[in-house]
């Protein structure tokens, strides 16, 4: 482990085994929260093995690998739609990938919300996932040994051969709240913005989301098993736009801004409808909620420490999306905790702003819980990773004393 001499140090054979043998004491971050204020960082990290996480929100950068079984006579496709929505097919004969938010080109727009979208690449996705019916359309240029030219057929999940999940930014460490400052009403990602900061919405679990609970990632890298979109998926690299360096961190390490991310894949097979949802937002396209649960192994009491984080201690900027988020200058208004976030309102210029989110607390919890299940059940070990993602070395003191009497 990167850093100092433990009191407490554990390994992930040691709690596999525990695992294994219905042992392991498993909790969830909420429950952390607790345990630390009671016992401390170091009993804590004594007693508990495994910390739980999840989070449950609009993931736009998220699709799908599908290889749908060779034709007869074969076929290279070039040109595909799935239910209308053009899927990438530059990659071999009959494989292609569905972007979450692809839209068909004759996608209908709404005269008074320009750009209202009802149909794209993660509704592809969901359907798929839930057993339904996909018209598969191709077109292709035909060669000797790919004479086919083109194709107009029925696919499901049962009938092709791969469906793999591959996300290349998920679960972002943190992220904006977005307001909007001007004198209109917008239609944005994160939700429609009332004029004059009529409203605020977020994105993010907060004391619940996985990388808040290992901010230097010191546990979750390169092959870490996670529960992803109902299934048992797994952690293939860091995503885009992976920036950890150089950011602004709260007095207890985590990053300020948006920060981590990672890149994800897992067997849609395996996949739920519940943690799998197509979007269809006002005024900007399609996106897709994608579940995402994260075991943290408690090997010592800083990583102990830091999945005792509270929304309280959690920070993120508030960004005006009317003028500052389009022309790519954004400067934070002001930081504010998860924990005003939560409670409803924000202060901002002397008023009082409502907030709302844009993602799910509630089915954060339910995954937190899932994969709990999943872990003392002995269904779900941990993984050590292969490589850990780039961040920077852990710098904050801990607070070994008792938290609470």
Known sequence: MRGENFKVVKTYEEINEKIRKGEAVVVTAEEMIEIVEELGVVKAAQEVDVVTTGTFGAMCSSGAFLNVGHTKPRM?????????????GGIAAVDLYIGATALPENDPRNEVYPGKFEYGGAHVIEELIAGEDIELEAYAYGTDCYPRRE????????????????SPRNAYQNYNVAVNKSSRTIYTYMGTLKPNFGNAT??????????????????????TRIFLGGGIGYVAFHGTQHFTFNVKRSKKGQPMEGA??????????????????????????????????????????????????????IFAPVIDYSVDYPSGNAKPLKYVSYGELRRGFIELNGKKVPTSPVSSYYKAREIANILKDWIKSGKFEISRPAETLPAPEPNVKIEYGERRG
């Open 76 to 88: 290279k496709m070039e040109e595909v739609y799935l239910n209308g929505v053009p899927a990438y």
């Open 202 to 223: 977020y994105s993010g679990a907060g004391q619940l989301s996985p990388l808040m609970n290992d901010p230097f990632f010191e546990t979750i890298g390169i092959g």
């Open 151 to 166: 194709i107009k057929k029925l696919i499901n999940i049962k009938t092709i051969n791969d469906a793999i999940l591959c």
């Open 260 to 313: 981590g991310t990672l890149m994800v894949v897992g067997d849609m097979k395996q996949m739920d409808t519940n943690f799998i949802k197509a979007a269809s937002i006002l005024g900007y396209g399609v996106s897709m909620f994608v579940g995402i649960g994260i075991p943290i192994p408690i090997l010592n009491e800083r990583i102990a420490y830091y999945t005792s984080v509270r929304d309280d201690e």
